[in-house]
């Protein structure tokens, strides 16, 4: 069973609920698991409107469950594979204020995912988007990563909806790319990775980030130089710096490398750690944000932990 992958444009809390309530109502009457995911004040009122069919509905505050793409989308996923064999039914509203450029790219990335990530799941996904408060140019991301829209007249296929791969490749596009000449470097030039864990550690305590988020750093970093002495192109270095609140790890080799078998490994979640992509997926778990960039000058991966 396809996925149904639906954005909802709503203009106040009455709108919202009068979508919303009988999308939940009709998930919980086909014998699906049904969960809501939305913003305050939306969550409350969700509540109160469906007290009566006590527990059979799960919520979820948007706030704490869209802190993370890659963490959101591994929830999901998790959400969907508990309730078989029963399919889903989710409410399921982002989080998009507060994101600076590049996180915002990255949520972006995630509504196009989900259409693969999903895809075969049966499951239904409603994203409302507030069309009276959320930016124009998140209505026009919300209209390119969704196969189906709901706006006032329309209710149906989306003529914007990009396949996700051609999307996916335009956001590699976007990424930034500059390093300032402060950046301290590090070759890499052996099998051996202690200097490197060494290297990282030291500068992720120096830049005061937490124990677990500074080992989370080193472990990232050891993983993408691993990956690059295995499939790069010598010479390959390490560099970091700071980015006002963040610290930046970048690796980089001369090599181009295309992470197989499909331009969207290393973003869908694998089902075992034999499958490729692992090492990308796991990386992309530890940090706040990974960015990959490959072309004829090299292959380039940075990490940034704040």
Same mark, same amino acid.
């Given at each position: 069973?396809?996925?149904?992958?639906?954005?909802?444009?709503?203009?106040?809390? %009455?709108? /919202? !609920?009068?979508?919303?309530?009988?999308?939940?109502?009709?998930?919980?009457?086909?014998?699906?698991?049904?969960?809501?995911?939305? $913003?305050?004040?939306?969550?409350?009122? &969700? @509540?109160?409107?469906?007290?009566?069919? #006590?527990?059979?509905?799960?919520? @979820?505050?948007?706030?704490?469950?869209?802190?993370?793409?890659?963490?959101?989308?591994?929830?999901?996923?998790?959400?969907?594979?508990?309730?078989?064999?029963?399919?889903?039914?989710?409410?399921?509203?982002?989080?998009?204020?507060?994101?600076?450029?590049?996180?915002?790219?990255?949520?972006?990335?995630? %509504?196009?995912?989900?259409?693969?990530? /999903?895809?075969?799941?049966?499951? @239904?996904?409603?994203?409302?988007?507030?069309?009276?408060?959320?930016?124009? $140019?998140?209505?026009?991301?919300?209209?390119?990563?969704?196969?189906?829209?709901?706006?006032?007249?329309?209710? =149906?296929?989306?003529?914007?909806?990009?396949?996700?791969?051609?999307?996916?490749?335009?956001?590699?596009?976007? &990424?930034?790319?500059?390093?300032?000449?402060?950046? %301290?470097?590090?070759?890499?030039? =052996?099998?051996?990775?202690?200097? !490197?864990?060494? /290297?990282?550690?030291?500068?992720?305590?120096?830049?005061?980030?937490?124990?677990?988020?500074?080992?989370?750093?080193?472990?990232?970093?050891?993983?993408?130089?691993?990956?690059?002495?295995?499939? *790069?192109?010598?010479?390959?270095?390490?560099?970091?710096?700071?980015?006002?609140?963040? !610290?930046?790890?970048?690796?980089?080799?001369? =090599?181009?490398?295309?992470?197989?078998? =499909?331009?969207?490994? #290393?973003?869908?979640?694998?089902?075992?750690? !034999?499958? $490729?992509? /692992? *090492?990308?997926?796991?990386? $992309?778990?530890?940090?706040?944000?990974?960015?990959?960039?490959?072309?004829?000058?090299?292959?380039?991966?940075?990490?940034?932990? *704040?």
């Amino acid at each position: 069973m396809e996925l149904e992958h639906r954005a909802f444009m709503y203009r106040g809390i %009455e709108h /919202f !609920l009068s979508v919303a309530v009988p999308y939940l109502e009709s998930g919980l009457e086909n014998g699906q698991a049904v969960i809501a995911v939305a $913003r305050e004040p939306n969550l409350t009122a &969700l @509540r109160d409107v469906l007290a009566p069919h #006590g527990g059979a509905v799960v919520y @979820r505050d948007s706030a704490d469950f869209y802190q993370h793409p890659v963490r959101t989308l591994r929830d999901y996923q998790t959400i969907v594979k508990q309730s078989a064999p029963r399919t889903v039914c989710a409410l399921a509203e982002p989080v998009w204020h507060g994101w600076d450029e590049r996180q915002t790219l990255e949520w972006v990335r995630y %509504e196009s995912l989900i259409n693969v990530v /999903f895809g075969e799941s049966g499951a @239904r996904a409603l994203c409302p988007y507030d069309a009276a408060e959320l930016p124009p $140019r998140i209505l026009d991301e919300a209209r390119r990563t969704h196969p189906l829209l709901l706006d006032p007249g329309h209710d =149906g296929e989306n003529g914007d909806y990009i396949d996700p791969v051609r999307f996916g490749s335009g956001c590699d596009r976007r &990424l930034i790319s500059d390093r300032p000449a402060v950046a %301290e470097y590090l070759s890499i030039d =052996g099998d051996d990775l202690h200097a !490197l864990r060494v /290297f990282v550690g030291e500068r992720a305590l120096r830049h005061g980030l937490a124990k677990q988020k500074a080992q989370n750093l080193v472990t990232a970093a050891n993983e993408v130089a691993a990956n690059a002495l295995q499939h *790069g192109t010598p010479p390959i270095g390490l560099w970091t710096w700071q980015d006002g609140a963040d !610290l930046v790890c970048e690796i980089g080799d001369h =090599g181009f490398w295309r992470p197989g078998p =499909g331009p969207l490994t #290393g973003f869908i979640p694998p089902d075992s750690a !034999l499958q $490729r992509g /692992f *090492g990308l997926w796991t990386v $992309r778990l530890l940090v706040d944000l990974m960015e990959l960039r490959a072309g004829w000058d090299g292959t380039f991966v940075r990490l940034r932990c *704040g």
